[in-house]
């Protein structure tokens, strides 16, 4: 994804819910069928590597069909209690122009968002949900300063700078109010930011991280407000993308480990399990230096274990071992809590992992991060 590479929402999901809905209605659209399907033309696309130009790339690109600003991170209280949580903001264009009207509620833009809390020590994860329009103040994303919203769900900035960044998002049973400081530099995923996820001209994203971001702020569970501290991952795509022939979802892997290094990795799954040749990975030494990864070849990644969705018995993997063979690294994944299943519009496992094993020379290291499993749910699209 990260998060969610190819995420496409349609137009009729999102004019159904544009006025706001709050909490996750279960899920009712596949993710495969709908990124499968996604309409191109018109929109921008991401042919070739450019220029990043900030702070205006921490802005919105209204141009491509979709876009993410998406923030997960790893959090504990003073008393040793760990938390992970995920705060997205996706943008989605219904059409490539917007419609000629003065209308205050006239856009051609909607927004949903995602916000998640994984409490460890009580074994529960919170999740909640919101679509509106991009209009009349409801949603939207500006660059400078930045401040990307969906109603009172901020991501923002009070300079030019990304950092600090304020989080803000509130649901039911949970609140985040969290300040990200600057950390490493920022990490130009793929082709010097261009990331293929296709074979297909243009099925890329233009795609950049911030991998380690010390975090620190309160989090309110149920009726505790508890102070918290810990470390974020950013990650920032735009696109405009569809899955390829054969490919049916993707696994997503971004883990900081206790030497300072960090990992992220992502496998494009075919529908025999297989992954496609546009998977790839990334190594961020502690100076932010960035050491790119073949699948396969530089990195190696299989499933240990796997979990049943309670839904309807969907199976998801469960458990992990990466390695760097050339390096000396051998990790071991875990999930904090097995069940960090989303089950909203589109449902897909998000959650916080633990890590342990050797690192970067073959050092005993440990670490935490988040994973994303895609495409496990649901039918896989005809072809």
């Not at 900030?54 to 876009?67: A, I, L, N, Q, V």
Request: aromatic fraction near 10%; glycine fraction near 10%; include cysteine.
């Amino acid at each position: 994804m990260r998060h969610l590479p190819f995420l496409a929402v349609t137009a009729a999901l999102l004019v159904a819910c544009a006025e706001g809905d709050d909490d996750a209605p279960g899920a009712t659209l596949s993710l495969a069928e709908t990124l499968a399907g996604a309409d191109t033309a018109g929109y921008a696309r991401a042919i070739e590597s450019r220029r990043f130009d900030f702070p205006t790339d921490h802005g919105p690109h209204p141009d491509f069909r979709s876009e993410w600003w998406y923030v997960t991170g790893n959090l504990t209280s003073e008393d040793g209690r760990d938390f992970g949580f995920q705060l997205t903001i996706f943008r989605s264009a219904l059409s490539p122009r917007a419609a000629e009207t003065e209308s205050a509620w006239a856009t051609n833009q909607a927004y949903m968002a995602h916000f998640t809390v994984t409490d460890v020590a009580e074994q529960r994860f919170h999740v909640h949900e919101r679509f509106a329009r991009g209009a009349a103040g409801l949603a939207g994303a500006n660059a400078d300063p930045l401040r990307v919203w969906l109603e009172d769900w901020v991501m923002e900035s009070d300079s030019a700078a990304a950092f600090p960044m304020r989080l803000r998002a509130t649901g039911e049973d949970v609140a985040l109010s969290l300040e990200l400081a600057a950390g490493k530099p920022v990490v130009l995923q793929g082709d010097q930011g261009l990331s293929q996820k296709g074979p297909e001209p243009g099925n890329a994203s233009y795609y950049y991280s911030f991998t380690r971001l010390p975090a620190a702020g309160t989090l309110v569970v149920d009726t505790d407000t508890i102070p918290v501290r810990g470390a974020a991952w950013l990650d920032r795509e735009w696109s405009t993308s569809a899955l390829a022939e054969g490919q049916v979802g993707w696994d997503w892997f971004a883990l900081r480990l206790s030497d300072g290094w960090d990992l992220m990795i992502y496998r494009l799954r075919r529908e025999d399990g297989s992954a496609a040749p546009e998977s790839a990975g990334v190594l961020v030494d502690p100076a932010g230096a960035k050491v790119p990864l073949t699948w396969g070849q530089d990195v190696l990644m299989e499933s240990t274990d796997t979990w049943a969705s309670p839904v309807d018995g969907a199976v998801y993997p469960s458990g992990w071992r990466i390695a760097v063979p050339e390096r000396g690294w051998d990790l071991r994944v875990e999930p904090r809590i097995p069940n960090q299943e989303l089950d909203v519009t589109f449902r897909y496992w998000e959650g916080a992992v633990s890590v342990r094993g050797a690192g970067e020379g073959g050092a005993t290291v440990s670490g935490r991060g988040y994973v994303e499993l895609t495409g496990y749910a649901g039918d896989a699209p005809e072809r």
